[in-house]
């Protein structure tokens, strides 16, 4: 009933003005990253890289680049993510050691938000169809995968190798024509480390490029006609649904220590060759924890235990990571050229080249310990000392910039330049090298 005397419109100004109650807003991730920053330090002498280790040690930050504190050394790129209640102090203790610095996120949770608005805004637009243009959580890649099963029976088999340390299935895709003839095989494992989405963004890109594709393009259709591809769209099942449930920058798996609170290994410093040797951690709350044995983890386990099976015909093994713009070989854990260098290091080349005619974008290359640094128990070297010939691993985009937080829009050319060099590569193994 309006007050009398009250004109309708009146009325309606009155109602503009009302302070209606709105729904309280869900922040992702319980608005556990508000005001925390991410910064970059260039520590440019071996004395502030040392100050600059003590005080990392000190704070607990979570290094996004390089992955452990030891790493860091004079002209060391060193991105750290820093709480916001701890953000003042550490500051400061930069300033007062007189360490430059620069902010490449200011508010983490904002970011984190703003992305999560526009893919919300983009899910409404887009019509009905799997958009590969967007980041999918762990269920929806695996109904994605049990729905090319079913409508390409011609290209595609799926099947599981094993179960991860929270039961969850550890699914395989392998794409090629079937055929009675002996083929060599081609190994694609996405998403080691949980944080780094555009990884498994990846790999459903290249399911997607060889489906679509062969029959259209010649190059594809030479690749599925004479090799099998083996395609693991996320190794760490576990983690990669915490970094979207719980904690987006969570990196290792979700196995439990006894004798420690903290949880998860570092699945890419779990495998048997030079097992937790330099560039890996003993302590199970580092991010570069090389677990309690080798091969401790059931997804590192199941997935060594398939290749060991087949490592007769599977000629090469890939794998994707996140961030630097590099690509790399054998070996990591120490500096040495590996027996077939020079056939390696041309289909490393040559992969780099054909990359950098799509965007124009730049991607290093060499052997991983010297062009990024050592580490020990990765997959790609025991890769390499199990026999398969052509080992890589892709640090895909970007240098920094976004960092692990990589957005929906850069997912269309980050995956088309390195469907490029994949290609480059896999063309490379129908040649013979000498």
């Known amino acids: 009933m309006k007050p009398p005397g009250w004109t309708a419109a009146q009325w309606l100004l ?15 991730y319980n608005n556990r990253y508000a005001g925390d920053k991410v ?36 002209g060391t790129v060193t991105d750290v993510h820093i709480p916001q209640n ?20 200011a508010d983490l949770q904002k970011t984190l938000e703003k992305g999560n608005s526009l893919r919300a805004q ?18 929806e890649i695996q109904n994605w995968m049990h729905h090319l099963n079913k409508t390409h029976p011609g290209l595609v088999h799926m099947f599981s190798i094993g179960k991860s340390y929270e039961g969850r299935s550890l699914f395989i895709l392998k794409l090629g024509r079937r055929s009675r003839a002996y083929k060599r095989a081609v190994w694609i494992d996405c998403g080691i480390h949980a944080r780094e989405w555009i990884g498994p963004a990846f790999c459903q890109w290249f399911v997607k490029e060889a489906l679509q594709t062969y029959r259209s393009d010649p190059a594809m259709r030479k690749m599925l006609n004479h090799l099998y591809f083996y395609i693991m769209p996320v190794f760490n099942v576990d983690g990669y ?39 890996a951690s003993f302590h199970p709350c580092d991010d570069t924890y090389c677990g309690p044995f080798p091969e401790s983890e059931p997804e590192v386990k199941a997935v060594a235990h398939f290749l060991r099976k087949r490592k007769k015909h599977i000629r090469a093994y890939l794998s994707f990571h996140a961030y630097a713009q590099m690509l790399l070989y054998p070996y990591s854990y120490k500096y040495a050229k590996i027996p077939n260098f020079s056939c390696v290091e041309s289909a490393a080349y040559n992969a780099v080249i054909a990359l950098h005619s799509a965007y124009g974008v730049r991607y290093r290359h060499g052997p991983a310990s010297s062009t990024m640094y050592v580490s020990s128990g990765s997959s790609m070297d025991w890769a390499y000392k199990n026999g398969i010939p052509y080992a890589f691993a892709f640090e895909l985009r970007d240098t920094g910039h976004f960092g692990f937080l990589l957005p929906e829009s850069l997912i269309k050319p980050t995956c088309t330049e390195t469907m490029l060099a994949v290609k480059n590569i896999t063309m490379h193994l129908l040649k013979k090298c000498h």
């Open 14 to 28: 009155c109602l503009l003005f009302l302070r209606i109650p709105e729904p309280e807003h869900c922040y992702l």
């Open 39 to 74: 910064i970059r330090l260039v520590p440019e002498t071996e004395g502030e890289a040392h100050v600059l280790k003590n005080i990392c040690h000190q704070f607990k930050v979570d290094l996004w680049q390089p992955s452990s504190i030891s790493y860091v050394s004079e």
């Open 86 to 105: 701890g953000s003042q102090i550490l500051l400061a203790f930069l300033q007062q050691a007189n360490i430059q610095y620069t902010v490449l996120i």
């Open 122 to 139: 983009r899910n409404r637009r887009s019509l009905p169809g799997y958009s590969y243009e967007v980041y999918h959580s762990l269920e």
């Open 241 to 279: 649904h915490f970094s979207w449930t719980n904690d987006r920058f969570w990196r290792k798996t979700r196995s439990r220590n006894s004798r420690f609170r903290c949880r998860g290994v570092d699945a890419n410093r779990n495998w048997k060759v030079n097992w937790c040797d330099e560039g």
